[in-house]
């Protein structure tokens, strides 16, 4: 086999070089690496040869055409904004380069998903996908993932069955806690911005609330509750009817730190003072939280070990079916930042 110098060797091997190493053309290359059966084993036998010789693509193609795996991973999801969809996606990209897969990102609307999913694992060929809610919910999309046989992993799901694979955090002590401490401050009369009611994470966030509350002997009202949608203008929109109200919240808990930037966006307007008049909290603890002002007291969750935890799952299932499938549960911490203070008086009211 022909010799290249030692910088293709180090690992800048091109498919020219394959083509050249093994004595065949490029088009039988490519035929090679997807696997097309117009090719004579004596042929494909010198081309893998070549590629795994060169190192041509960290020899992702030669180990998929020795051991019948993609070795690719797929990431099923809705909603590409804000940091959570980023974070998790960088957390399971760092995790697949470290174990040598790769990631198919497939962002899904929640128009005939099934359909969409069938298609995206008809033509990757992934060993497997980890979803993120919604979409890790959708009973069309299970179903397409049980009949194909693709291992799975869900993201905080709804409703996991035993001995399920699934990552996650304990949201509902996460929200309980963060409501907690509000409660400690002398807050009293708290308003919560929820997350979307398909989404687990929200669900449990609202339920940690309302426990909190009823626990400390306050009455549930849902004047307080208003619905968002775990993006921005739907925290800007929920602050706007807040601070509208003639008896108004003293404190604001956004389930996600996006719409609890929102807040601080519509009282920025206002003119009002965070947290002098309202103190406000979120959750996630991603970026959007150390940059806007003031800093958001929040829950810190690793939002990128979701990612890699996922990935690490799947690995673990795509090598040995039959290891023990347990879902893993992520620690989360508050993070204390400048949007809280201890109540001193009632805030201004009906102001919009």
């Not at 053309?25 to 117009?38: A, D, H, L, P, Q």
């Not at 969809?85 to 697949?96: F, M």
């Not at 979701?306 to 549960?329: K, M, T």
Request: aromatic fraction near 8%.
């Amino acid at each position: 086999m022909p010799e290249l110098s030692n910088a293709k060797r180090a690992g800048a091997a091109t498919i020219v070089d394959v083509a050249r190493s093994a004595g065949v053309s490029i088009k039988t290359v490519s035929r090679v690496i997807n696997n097309e059966v117009s090719v004579r084993q004596s042929t494909r036998a010198k081309v893998v040869e070549a590629i795994e010789h060169l190192g041509y693509k960290r020899n992702l193609f030669a180990r998929s055409l020795r051991a019948d795996k993609s070795f690719a991973f797929g990431l099923l999801y809705e909603n590409p904004q804000g940091d959570y969809s980023a974070d998790i996606l960088h957390g399971a990209l760092s995790a697949c380069q470290e174990r040598g897969y790769h990631l198919v990102v497939e962002i899904v609307s929640d128009n005939d998903l099934s359909s969409q999913v069938e298609r995206f694992l008809a033509t990757t060929k992934v060993d497997g996908v980890f979803l993120t809610p919604p979409v890790c919910d959708d009973p069309g999309v299970l179903s397409v993932l049980e009949r194909t046989a693709t291992p799975f992993v869900r993201i905080s799901p709804l409703n996991p069955a035993a001995g399920e694979p699934y990552v996650a955090i304990n949201d509902f002590e996460a929200a309980r806690e963060i409501t907690n401490y509000l409660l400690s401050l002398g807050h009293m009369r708290i308003g919560h911005i929820a997350g979307p009611a398909n989404h687990h994470s929200a669900r449990e966030r609202h339920r940690g609330y309302q426990t909190a509350l009823e626990e400390a002997g306050i009455v549930y009202d849902d004047c307080l509750v208003l619905p968002g949608n775990f993006n921005f203008d739907s925290g800007k929109k929920a602050a706007g009817t807040f601070f509208a109200l003639d008896e108004p919240p003293t404190a604001i808990f956004a389930s996600n730190d996006q719409m609890a930037a929102g807040v601080l966006a519509r009282a920025h307007e206002l003119k009002i003072q965070i947290p002098d008049e309202y103190s406000l909290v979120g959750f996630d603890g991603g970026t959007i939280s150390e940059v806007v002002w003031p800093r958001l007291t929040t829950i810190n969750q690793s939002v990128r070990g979701l990612g890699v935890d996922a990935i690490r799952l799947l690995v673990n299932i795509s090598e040995d079916p039959d290891i023990e499938r347990e879902p893993v549960f992520l620690p989360y911490e508050m993070k204390f930042g400048a949007s809280t203070s201890r109540l001193e008086h009632a805030p201004r009211a009906g102001k919009s």
